[in-house]
């Protein structure tokens, strides 16, 4: 009985777990392109153009795009910049030394952010979502850039260009837990400068880029679920043979 007092009073906490993340910003939902090839061939070409500068995906080929509906003459055409060949892992050329001189920390792998971040904060799509859109201007920084969900992130905003400048406003609230001690609270963003997009088209080109994040973590995802959908439908017609068959059997036998 103490056992499962225990267990149950853990579990109270599993839904304050689940919606965390590094800097207690709510998370929006992300939206689901998972099966939308032209959202992840986009994805794909901004992932390409903005984050392997830094970043690498090394689990991931460039011809593994194949499979997104891009033919290997696009892939060449498009996606290739430095030499690279349709066969090579997606790796970028930036020296570890000088990534650690730059950032503080060399840039992460992002073969597989989406599902590490899932293990973090529930949904690693809807945290990448919201971090990528949430990037404001901060002279203290010594990117001059922070981020609402991750605080003092060593990441400068690199999709500055497309979203525009903006910085973060803050309100001095009284602290609920302690009267004598004060809280900042984010109180929106104030716009600086236009970017080349719209709000409505930087958040639908950062929904692509998460959804091709997403994929790259498991490519194989949808041809899973496929087959994990045909095996369900030949055990169900198995078990009704099966049944059948067991009905007509026991019915000779009386």
Known sequence: MKLLKKLIATLAFVPALVMANEGGFPLDHAPDRSTDMA???????????????????????????????????????????????????????????????????????????????????????DWLYTYLRTYYKDESRPTGWNNMVFPNVGMPHVLWQLQGVRTAKFVEEKDPHDESKSVHKFDGFEKVSDGTLTTAEYDNAVGDLVAYLQWMGEPAQSTRKRLGA????????????????NASYWKEVK
């Open 39 to 125: 959202a992840l061939q986009n994805g794909a070409k901004l992932f390409i153009n903005y984050c392997l500068n830094c970043h690498s995906a090394s689990a991931m080929r460039y011809n593994r795009l194949r499979d997104i509906g891009l033919t290997e003459d696009q892939i060449k055409t498009n996606l290739l910049f430095t030499g690279e060949k349709v066969g090579d892992l997606m790796k970028t050329t930036m020296a570890p030394k000088d990534a650690k001189a730059w950032f503080g920390a060399v840039p992460p792998d992002l073969s597989v952010i989406a599902r590490a971040k899932a293990s973090e904060a529930g949904s690693g799509a």
């Open 230 to 245: 045909i095996v369900v439908i030949f055990m169900a017609f198995l078990a009704t043979l099966a049944w059948r068959l």
